[in-house]
């Protein structure tokens, strides 16, 4: 249901975008979202074919950019790439003095490939 109530919202900025800018048809979606927000692409794309009929959308392709995890060490002022929920302690030091910095991203359109 999720997917369902992302892939809406993204037609919905197609459809407006369609209409400021005059296009008939979009070929490639870019996405990006972040590691963390527990989306499938598959899934989005599977909802995306059934949604996305009948409208400028329809038969485009999606490309996904997933932001990786970062977290940000006080002890080590420095930020680094980690895995998947696996941000605690810091991989380097031990701390348990982290903050997510990156790859909570909400899903977003970064670019639309159109005719
Ligand atoms: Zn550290």
Redesign the pocket.
């Known amino acids: 249901m999720h997917e369902l109530y992302l892939i809406q919202s993204l037609l919905n900025i197609v459809e407006e975008h369609s209409v400021t800018h005059g296009f008939k048809r979009v070929n490639i979606m870019k996405l990006s979202f972040g590691r963390m927000n527990h989306i499938e692409p598959k899934a989005l794309e599977f909802a995306f074919k059934a949604q996305s009929v009948g409208t400028k959308a329809d038969g485009a392709n999606l490309e996904f950019t997933i932001l990786p995890v970062i977290i940000y060490?006080f002890?080590?002022n420095?930020e680094y790439e980690v895995d998947r929920f696996e941000f605690i302690p810091?991989p380097?030091?031990?701390?348990n003095e982290?903050e997510v910095v990156g790859g909570t991203e909400d899903l977003k359109l970064l670019e639309l490939d159109v005719d």
Not at 92 to 95: E, S
């Open positions: 060490c002890q080590c420095k810091c380097v030091c031990g701390t982290v």
